[in-house]
C-alpha cells in the first residue's frame, strides 16, 4: 500500500486521514499515513475548531450559488453514515432551522423568504405566525412575531468532530501524526519540515489559510530558497469572529439565524446549554483576537433573541480565517504526487462529505484502494467536475 503524507490536520485532513486508514488492498494492507500540523492534536488552532458547525444550505444560499447549495443539500444526507463509522459520539441534527427577523429589519426577512420561495422551491419553507413559532421554537415567540422554519437543516458538534476524529486515528497504528510540526514546503511526493525532506507515494494538502502563498511564505521565510509547490496564490483569508456562552435560562434546540442588514448572524445549539453566535466576515488576515466592535454587534443580536441571554457566561471568544478563492468556491486539485484541497470559505461543514469523497476520488485516481469504507461513496460526477480544479 501507500505511504501518504495529509499536510493540515483541520476538518478536511482528520477527515481524509481517517478515511483513508480505514482503506486496504486486496492483502488487507493498509496504507502508511503521515499527518502533519502545526497544532496540537486539539486543532484549537484551526478554522474547523472556530467553526459554530451549522449545516444550512439554503439559510446559506444568499451567500453562495445554487450549485453549492445542492452540494450541502447532498452532503447533509452523507454526514449520519459517516458519523456512524467513528466509535466516540458526536452531536449532528437535522430537525430544521429557524430563521427571524426584528420588527424594524423585516425588508431583509422578506427577502430571503421571497428568495428561498422562488429559488428553490424544493426547500420546504413554512412560514410560520407567533402562534407557530412558540410551538416550534419556543424560546423565540417571547421576542418576535413570526418566523420561517427551514425542514432538513442542521448543525454538527465540530469540537466533538474533531476530538472523536483524532481518536479514531490515535487508535490507528498506521497513522503517525507529527503534531505541533510546521511544514515549509509541499510539492508533489514530498513534504519538508524543520527535519528535512521526506518523500511519500503521494502528498495530500489540507493546509486550508496555511497554504496561501502569504502564510506558506511565512512559514518558510527562515530559509528563503524554500519553494513551497503547494502554495496557493488565490487563496485568500476572510476572517471570522465567534462567541460561545453557556446560557441556562435558554431552550432553543434549533439553529437559529437572525436577518440583519449589515451581519450575517446565526446561533448554533450545542449540548448542556451551550451556545455558539456567529459569525463576523471581514475580508482580513488579522489574526488578533476578537475585537470590541465584533463582540458588542454579536452579544448584542444574541440577547435580542431572549432576556435569558443577559445571564449567559462567556465561555470562549476565537477567531480564525476561513480560506476563500476569489469566488468563494471549494477546488480540488490533483497532479501526480500531490493533492489539493482548499478553498472551503464558511462552509467547510456544510460540504465535508462531497469534499471528501472528492479528495478520495482522486486519491484511488493515484493509488490503487480495493477496499474502502463504507462511507466514501463516489461523488456525483457533476460535483466532482465542478470541484475539479485543473493544475
Ligand atoms: C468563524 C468561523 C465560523 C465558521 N462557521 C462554519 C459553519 O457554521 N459551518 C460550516 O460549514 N463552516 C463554517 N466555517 C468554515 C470552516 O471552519 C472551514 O471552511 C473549514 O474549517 C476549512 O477546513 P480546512 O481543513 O480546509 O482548514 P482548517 O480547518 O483550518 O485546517 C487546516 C489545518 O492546517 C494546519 N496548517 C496550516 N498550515 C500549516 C503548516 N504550514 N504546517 C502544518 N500545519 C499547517 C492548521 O494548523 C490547521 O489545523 C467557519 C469558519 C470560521 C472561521
Redesign the pocket.
Known amino acids: 500500500m501507500a505511504n501518504i503524507a495529509i499536510?493540515?490536520?483541520?476538518?478536511?485532513?482528520?477527515l481524509m486521514a481517517w478515511q483513508l486508514s480505514l482503506a486496504c488492498n486486496e492483502h488487507n494492507n493498509a496504507h502508511q499515513i503521515s499527518l502533519?500540523?502545526?497544532?496540537a492534536i486539539d486543532?484549537q488552532?484551526?478554522?474547523?475548531?472556530?467553526?459554530?458547525?451549522?449545516?444550512?444550505p439554503y439559510g446559506e444560499s444568499l451567500s453562495c450559488e445554487p450549485e453549492l447549495v445542492a452540494m450541502g443539500e447532498a452532503a447533509l444526507a452523507m454526514w449520519p453514515e459517516l458519523l456512524g463509522e467513528l466509535t466516540s459520539p458526536v452531536d449532528f441534527q437535522a430537525h430544521g432551522s429557524i430563521c427571524v427577523s426584528h420588527r424594524a429589519d423585516q425588508g431583509d426577512y422578506e427577502r430571503f423568504t421571497r428568495h428561498i420561495s422562488l429559488q428553490y422551491p424544493q426547500a420546504q419553507l413554512q412560514l410560520l405566525s407567533k402562534s407557530e413559532l412558540a410551538k416550534q421554537a419556543p424560546a423565540l415567540a417571547e421576542r418576535f412575531e413570526n418566523g420561517a422554519y427551514l425542514q432538513g437543516e442542521g448543525?454538527i458538534d465540530?469540537h466533538q468532530l474533531l476530538n472523536a476524529l483524532a481518536s479514531a486515528l490515535k487508535a490507528n497504528d498506521t497513522v503517525n501524526w507529527h503534531e505541533q510540526?510546521?511544514?515549509?514546503a509541499v510539492s508533489p511526493f514530498q513534504v519538508r519540515?524543520d527535519s528535512g525532506t521526506k518523500q511519500f507515494d503521494l502528498v495530500i494538502d489540507?493546509?486550508?489559510?496555511?497554504?496561501s502563498a502569504i502564510?506558506?511564505r511565512a512559514?518558510a521565510n527562515a530559509d528563503t530558497n524554500i519553494e513551497d509547490q503547494g502554495a496557493l496564490p488565490m487563496l485568500r483569508p476572510?476572517?471570522?469572529?465567534?462567541i460561545r456562552v453557556y446560557a441556562p435560562e435558554v431552550e432553543l434546540s434549533l439553529p437559529v439565524r437572525l436577518m440583519h442588514p449589515r451581519y450575517k448572524l446565526?446561533i448554533?445549539p450545542k449540548a448542556n446549554h451551550e451556545y455558539v453566535i456567529?459569525?463576523?466576515e471581514i475580508e482580513s488576515g488579522a489574526t488578533g483576537k476578537v475585537t470590541v466592535q465584533s463582540a458588542l454587534e454579536l452579544l448584542s443580536a444574541l440577547y435580542s433573541l431572549h432576556p435569558g441571554f443577559a445571564e449567559a457566561q462567556i465561555i470562549e471568544q476565537?477567531?480564525?480565517?476561513?480560506?476563500a478563492f476569489a469566488d468563494n468556491r471549494p477546488q480540488a486539485r490533483s497532479q501526480s504526487g500531490l493533492i489539493q484541497?482548499?478553498?472551503?470559505?464558511?462552509?467547510?461543514?456544510?460540504?465535508?462529505p462531497v469534499m471528501l469523497a472528492t479528495g478520495l476520488h482522486l486519491v484511488a485516481q493515484q493509488i490503487n484502494t480495493a477496499k474502502s469504507s463504507k462511507s466514501s461513496k463516489s461523488v456525483p460526477p457533476a460535483f466532482f467536475e465542478s470541484l475539479y480544479a485543473d493544475t
Open positions: 499536510v493540515g490536520a483541520g476538518l478536511l485532513g482528520r502533519y500540523d502545526q497544532d486543532g488552532q484551526s478554522a474547523a475548531y472556530t467553526a459554530a458547525g451549522l449545516l444550512t448543525c465540530n510540526t510546521q511544514v515549509l519540515t489540507c493546509r486550508g489559510i496555511g497554504a502564510h506558506s512559514s476572510v476572517r471570522g469572529e465567534v446565526y448554533a456567529g459569525a463576523t476565537l477567531s480564525h480565517s476561513r480560506p484541497l482548499n478553498g472551503l470559505y464558511r462552509h467547510g461543514y456544510l460540504l465535508a
